[in-house]
């Protein structure tokens, strides 16, 4: 499977069947190669891919993150076999340990030590394979920001899909994966010439995530500071969690991450709610970064 040089990550739970079959045969139309959508509160994550394979005939599909507190080992692999039996091998099982809140709050586990739930899980998958799947190098990338987690990704899967990164972190991931992994990373982006905007846009998006350890560990460990982080986010942070200027500036910032050892970005777009127009021109401007 390839991934492609390109790829989009879009949240997805608040578009409703037609919308997501539209936006996905749009993401195909431009030439992207992979659209990867997330698992929160909304749909389950398994059934939109179904519905995202069912809507394209080419585009690879790729939870970024399927929650492994969400369902078992077995039922995981059972049904990434399945997706991708029943569509031509195109499903990407990306899968991530989440945030406490979302599995102790919203899903009464509790949250385990993130390198022992992970590698037990893939254990499970492993353990789960059937004797026709034997041998078989499962598309399965790990949502994983520190070292740790990278280690466990090269050793064990395709690779990673780093979100709310930089350049920076993406240099320290391609050497700690090593050679011949998918290193996808995420990077939100906003065509904005207006910079207070563009800033105002990504203060809000990048607000619900930085409340939560996972991202606000992370960001410390890769250079930022505790003032980055406060009220807000420093100009300096959201200017790298969210490339802004014009479609020309925004490539130009965007291939620094190849240039960093990424085998694959996800684009994610930034804009304000319910703007699909600029939605649709920044996936347009930039499908041939």
Not at 26 to 44: D, K
Request: glycine residues 10%.
């Amino acid at each position: 499977m390839e991934l492609g040089r390109l790829g989009i990550w879009y949240p997805t739970d608040r578009l409703d069947a037609g919308q997501l079959a539209t936006l996905a045969r749009e993401v195909e139309r431009l030439g992207y190669g992979t659209f990867w959508y997330p698992e929160s509160r909304g749909y389950e994550s398994f059934s939109l891919a179904a519905h995202l394979l069912a809507s394209t005939t080419r585009l690879n599909i790729g939870s970024s993150i399927a929650n492994i507190y969400a369902r078992d080992a077995f039922t995981a692999q059972r049904g990434m076999a399945t997706l991708n039996a029943l569509n031509g091998g195109r499903f990407i099982l990306g899968l991530g340990v989440s945030h406490i809140p979302m599995v102790e709050g919203l899903r009464g586990h509790r949250y385990d030590k993130p390198i022992p739930a992970m590698r037990a899980y893939l254990d499970g998958i492993q353990n789960g394979t059937t004797e026709a799947d034997a041998g078989k190098e499962w598309p399965i990338a790990l949502a994983a920001l520190g070292p740790k987690m990278l280690e466990l990704a090269g050793k064990r899967t395709r690779g990673a899909v780093p979100y709310n990164v930089t350049p920076e972190h993406t240099a320290q991931a391609a050497a700690i994966l090593g050679p011949d992994k998918w290193l996808a990373v995420e990077q939100k982006v906003c065509i904005e010439t207006d910079l207070a905007r563009a800033r105002a846009l990504g203060r809000k998006e990048l607000s619900r995530y930085m409340a939560l350890p996972n991202y606000a560990n992370n960001w410390l460990r890769i250079g930022f500071t505790e003032a980055d982080l406060a009220d807000g986010g420093s100009d300096r942070f959201i200017d790298a969690m969210v490339l802004s200027g014009d479609a020309a500036a925004v490539k130009t910032k965007l291939r620094a991450h190849f240039t960093a050892g990424a085998t694959h970005l996800c684009i994610q777009p930034v804009h304000a709610e319910g703007d699909f127009a600029a939605r649709d021109a920044m996936f347009a401007a930039l499908a041939d970064t």
